[in-house]
C-alpha cells in the first residue's frame, strides 16, 4: 500500500460544539444545549471519517484535535470511537498525538481517566485567569481553586498537559500579570498558551466595547509591555515562545497546531471546522456548516462539508508565509518559491533585517527566514511587507 506523504503532516480536527455557558470574549463556534443525542453526533463523526479517508487516501495520521466548544462534555465513549475509526482510516504515526480541550468546570478524575483510556494522550485546559474576580469578567464557571485541581488531576492522568491564560484583560497591570504568569509557570505545565485579549465583532465583549462599557483595556504600550513580560518569564523559567502565542519545554510544543503552521494538511469535521486536503497534487479548503443540526443534516445527505475551494499556488504561499513566520522556527523561502512561483523580496528581507525585524539563518536543510522577538510583535505588518514586496 502505497501511502501519500505531505509537507507539514497530517491531522484530525474535530469539533465538538457545545459548552455548559457562552464566554462573553469568545467568537468560537460554540452553543449551549439542554440535552444532545450522542449517539448521532458519534455516527456523524465515523460516517464523515469515512468519506474523508475514501478521498484522501492512505495517509500517515500524526494527530488527532478535539477542539471546540468544550470536547471533555463529550462521551468518553463517543471520543473513543473517534480515534477507533481514524486509526482504522488512516495510517497511526507510532508517536501519535491525542489532544482534548477541557475546561476546570467539567473535570473530575473518573472521567479524565476513561478519556485516557480511550486513547487520550494531551490535555489543553481552558484556564483562562488565575484571579478569580476576573475569572467571573470573563464569564467562566469555574474557580481558581477548580482551576487547580482540575490541573493537578490532569498532571496525575496525562504525561502532557497544556493551559490557556489571556492577559491584558481589563484593569490588569503589569505587576498583575507578572505575578499571575509567575504563579502560572509554577505550576510545571510543558506547555502554555498565552493569549492577549482580543475583543471580537459578535460577540458580547464586542457589543460592550461598542457602547463603551467595556472599560479598563490596556493602551498599545501596556499591551507591548505585557507581551515582553511574558516573554522574558517564560524564557527564564525554560517554556520559550515556538510560537508567537504559544510557550514549551523544548519537545513539548503541539504538534496539532504545528501542522497548520507547517501548511500541513488536515480534514475537519464538526460543525464550523475548516480544513487543508492535499488530493492528487491539488490543495483544498474545506468548510462546514456552524449551525450544529444543519452540520448534522449535511451528513445524514451525504457530506459534513458546506464548501470545498481549490487553493492557487499564491494562496497557498501566502497561507505559508502567514502560519510559518508566527513559529520562532521561521519559514523556508524556496518553498515560498515553489507555492507561489516568485521569490520574497530580497531588497524587503533586507530592509527589514537591517531594522532588526527578520533574520536569516543558514541550516543542514537550507536557508531560513524567521521573525525576531521584536519582529513578532509587529508580526502582522512584517508578513504584509514581505507579501507585497514578493515577485
Known sequence: MDVESVEGG????????????????????????????????????????????????????????????????????????????????????????????????SVEAGRFAAFRQAGVNRVSLGVQALHDPDLRRLGRIHSVAEARTAFDIARNTFDRVSFDLIYARQDQSREDWRRELTEALSMTADHLSLYQLTVEDGTVFGARAAAGHLR?????????????????????????????????????????????????????????????????????????????????????????????????????????????????????PARYARLSGQHLSAQTIAHLSDLGLIAETSTPAGLRLAATRSGRAVLNAVIAELAATAG
Open 10 to 105: 497530517f491531522g484530525l480536527y474535530v469539533h465538538w460544539p457545545f459548552c455548559a455557558a457562552k464566554c462573553p470574549y469568545c467568537d468560537f463556534n460554540s452553543h449551549v444545549a439542554k440535552v444532545v443525542d450522542h449517539r448521532a453526533w458519534v455516527e456523524s463523526y465515523l460516517s464523515e471519517i469515512k468519506r474523508i479517508s475514501s478521498e484522501t487516501g492512505p495517509r500517515v495520521l500524526n494527530t488527532i484535535f478535539f477542539g471546540g466548544g468544550t470536547p471533555s462534555l463529550m462521551e468518553p465513549e463517543t471520543v473513543a470511537a473517534v480515534i477507533d475509526a481514524a486509526r482504522a482510516a488512516w495510517l497511526p504515526a507510532n508517536d501519535m498525538e491525542i489532544t482534548l480541550e477541557a475546561n476546570p468546570g
Open 216 to 332: 479598563g483595556l490596556p493602551d498599545e504600550d501596556l499591551g507591548a509591555d505585557l507581551y515582553q513580560i511574558t516573554q522574558d518569564l517564560c524564557e527564564a523559567r525554560g517554556l520559550p515562545a515556538y510560537e508567537v502565542s504559544n510557550h514549551a519545554v523544548p519537545g513539548s510544543e503541539s504538534r496539532h497546531n504545528l501542522i497548520y503552521w507547517h501548511a500541513g494538511d488536515w480534514a475537519g469535521i464538526g460543525p464550523g471546522a475548516h480544513g487543508r486536503l492535499t488530493i492528487n497534487g491539488q490543495r483544498f479548503a474545506t468548510e462546514t456548516a456552524k449551525a450544529p443540526a444543519k452540520w448534522l443534516k449535511d451528513v445524514h445527505t451525504g457530506s459534513g462539508y458546506s464548501d470545498q475551494t481549490t487553493i492557487s499556488g499564491n494562496d497557498q504561499a501566502d497561507e505559508y508565509l502567514i502560519m510559518g513566520l508566527r513559529l520562532t522556527e521561521g519559514i523556508e
